[in-house]
């Protein structure tokens, strides 16, 4: 069966620091791309950052400098550090698995999704 299960979501002040989790299991998990979606009420679902199965990194411009993607294939483990957030973080964030290359952020483009862990940042 295959899983993505994000965790370390929570509620943090403006400025303050979380690290996301999503942890694989079921697939091939060296061969596949992993990203982290985030969808905000009343907003659609947008792609945030993606690590390719070579380890190449991807982040969108609102959280470059700030999110940091990283990936333990010995766990099957991907990370999403985020650092100096902000209200406008706040959001569901979904860890999503796709093509080996991070090929863009269409939801279409990822086969398997995890459930999405909460994250809030109060002013």
């Known amino acids: 069966e295959v899983q993505l299960v994000e965790s370390g979501g929570g509620l943090v002040q403006a400025g303050g620091s979380l690290r996301l989790s999503c942890a694989a299991s079921?697939?091939?998990?060296?061969?596949?791309?992993i990203a982290w979606f985030r969808q905000a009420p009343g907003k659609e679902r947008e792609g945030v950052s993606c690590i390719s199965s070579h380890g190449r990194t991807y982040y969108v411009d609102s959280v470059k400098g700030r999110f940091t993607i990283s990936s333990d294939n010995a766990k099957n483990t991907v990370y999403l550090q985020m650092n100096s957030l902000k209200p406008e973080d706040t959001a569901v964030y979904y860890c999503?698995?796709?093509?080996?290359?991070?090929?863009?952020?269409?939801?279409?483009?990822?086969?398997?999704w995890g459930q999405g862990t909460q994250v809030t940042v109060s002013s």
């Open positions: 999503a698995a796709g093509d080996s290359y991070c090929s863009g952020y269409h939801p279409y483009e990822y086969d398997y």
């Open positions: 079921g697939f091939t998990f060296d061969d596949y791309a």
